[in-house]
């Protein structure tokens, strides 16, 4: 049950930047620590030892904050960041390389027995306060909002938010993505109908830009059609004088 410990500390190496130390994540950081408990609160629940199970799991969560049922099926390289206030049920399945975020809830709507907790495809991100709630399923690679409410499916790959979850335009979610990356800032999971000035502003920003961007692009195209070779950002320039324009159609 210890085997994946290693894994475990690469993997907040990985995805906290606070992390300095081995000893410090082994010491200091509760989602490790639960992790390590649930192992073995599991295997004493596949054992059919299921009293024992929930009450190692008890005592981890008044250890850390950190509640995960002993039926939870968990994988590989999972990060529990901060953790307070996560809680995992009975039937849910975390797949490998998922991160959760403090106050996350992986949780049912039905007092019926079976399935009835979330599963989670691998590298899934839920953001903090997230609640994720019934048999459904969420995609590999699918990032879910800060405090949204998901009850449906999320497609691999798409960014859920909101209360309920609505679905981004993938798309455009990409587009802002990939100009975010360009200039140093990350959009992540904010919704373009979101009630924040500043997000809103930013998001046209970037829209301003992707669409900048492509008409750039389309402009090049022409030139290079016209015989013009752009290929530094100097030449760029030059092919944008409007007396570079002129002689060329003249």
């Known amino acids: 049950m210890f085997r994946h410990l290693s ?9 906290d930047p606070a992390a300095r130390t081995r000893w410090e994540i082994i010491t200091t950081y509760p989602g490790v620590h639960a992790l390590i408990a649930h192992r073995f609160s599991h ?7 299921r009293w024992l199970a929930r009450f190692s799991s008890h005592i981890a969560r008044w250890l850390t904050g950190i509640e995960i049922h002993p039926g939870a099926q968990i994988g590989h390289r999972v990060f529990i960041d901060h953790g307070m206030g996560v809680v995992i049920g009975e039937t849910a399945i975390i797949n490998d390389d998922c991160t959760l975020y403090h106050g996350v809830t992986l949780g049912g709507t039905s007092w019926n027995k079976g399935k009835r907790h979330p599963t989670l495809e691998r590298g899934v991100v839920i953001g903090a306060g997230a609640k994720v709630l019934g048999p459904i399923t969420v995609g590999a690679e699918a990032k879910i909002g800060s405090n949204a409410v998901v009850v449906k499916d999320v497609p691999a790959g798409a960014t859920a938010v909101g209360i309920p979850a609505r679905i981004l335009d993938q798309e455009k979610s990409q587009q802002r993505d ?7 800032f990350s959009a992540y999971a904010v919704s373009e109908d979101t009630n924040d000035p500043m997000a809103k502003a930013i998001h046209a920003l970037l829209d301003h830009a992707a669409k900048q961007d ?3 692009q389309q402009l090049a195209e022409q030139l290079a059609k016209l015989g013009v070779d752009i290929e530094t950002d100097a030449e760029v320039g030059k092919a944008f004088d409007v007396n570079h324009l002129n002689k060329i159609v003249d």
């Open 178 to 184: 990939d100009m975010a990356k360009k200039i140093g």
């Open 7 to 15: 894994d475990d500390i690469a993997v907040v190496f990985e995805r």
């Open 214 to 216: 492509q008409q750039l």
């Open 43 to 49: 295997w004493l629940w596949e054992h059919r030892l």
